[in-house]
């Protein structure tokens, strides 16, 4: 990987880069016997430059997915009249949550009940509701982001409590595997911990994970959100 991407690509190749990965979801949801409009498509434009965002705008996609609050917000208030619907998808400090409330339409990385509890005070009361995943750390790595996945039931019932705050399923991201049936364990595991949680709380309709290399493991498992970067946009100098 010597070249660089950071500005953003020619018209003709967002579009070939956009189509190709929405013929990948469809493949995946043919291959796994579901139909392609259950798998939503969310844009990982961390690192990419408001004009990358804007340009795959253009083509019709709408969901964009940020890991850095400040860059994350930069874009979103640069192009707040696009109507875009902005996903945070990266790790949470406490001292962030306020400038997630009141940017963003959904968070991704919810981990523990101190984030949510402030991310439910600092919700603009005139905004709907922060849609909210629980993160899983499915490898058991300690110093990672995400909850064991013991912890599931109580933070959903914390998240339930919370009037800002609407539920919507679970996020993992899984250590990298090549292996296509390893990647299938780990997915299916997160689908049995999500298929459990939706049992007790109906408002959870959404299970996010898949990414570039292992989206069609993800779909074949359960996934109906897939967060993709670097196949939309080329690979980051910087992850
Ligand atoms: C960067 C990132 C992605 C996208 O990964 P790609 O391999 O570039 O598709 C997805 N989810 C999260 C949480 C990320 O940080």
């Known amino acids: 990987m010597t070249q660089k991407t950071q500005q953003s690509s020619d018209h003709s190749s967002v579009l070939a880069a956009y189509e190709a990965v929405k013929a990948r979801i469809q493949a995946a949801c043919l291959a796994a016997n579901r139909a392609p409009d259950e ?16 340009e795959l705008a253009k083509l019709g996609q709408r969901a964009f997915g940020e890991n850095y609050v400040s860059e994350g917000v930069e874009k979103a208030t640069a192009l707040a009249s696009l109507q875009l619907e902005w996903h945070f998808i990266g790790p949470i400090q406490s001292n962030k949550t306020r400038a997630i409330a009141e940017t963003f339409d959904w968070v991704h990385s919810v ?37 064991r996945p013991d912890d599931i039931p109580a933070l959903a019932e914390a998240i339930d409590q919370c009037p800002h705050l609407t539920l919507r ?17 780990v997915f299916q595991s997160l689908a049995a911990h999500y298929q459990q949680l939706a049992k007790a709380h109906p408002t959870v309709d959404t299970l996010s994970a ?8 993800a779909i074949f498992a359960g996934a109906n959100l897939v967060r993709i970067g670097t196949a939309l946009f080329g690979p980051r100098s910087k992850a």
């Open 111 to 147: 981990d523990r009940p101190k984030v949510i509890g402030r991310l439910n005070d600092q919700r603009p009361s005139d905004a709907p509701p922060l849609n909210v995943l629980i993160q899983v750390n499915m490898d058991d790595e300690t110093q990672k982001a995400g909850c």
């Open 210 to 217: 898949g990414m570039s290399d292992d989206l069609e493991a």
């Open 39 to 54: 798998v939503h498509l969310l844009a990982v434009s961390k690192t990419r430059p408001s004009q990358a965002v804007a």
């Open 169 to 185: 399923g679970l996020m993992a991201i899984p250590q990298p595997r090549t292996d296509r049936q390893a990647q299938l364990d």
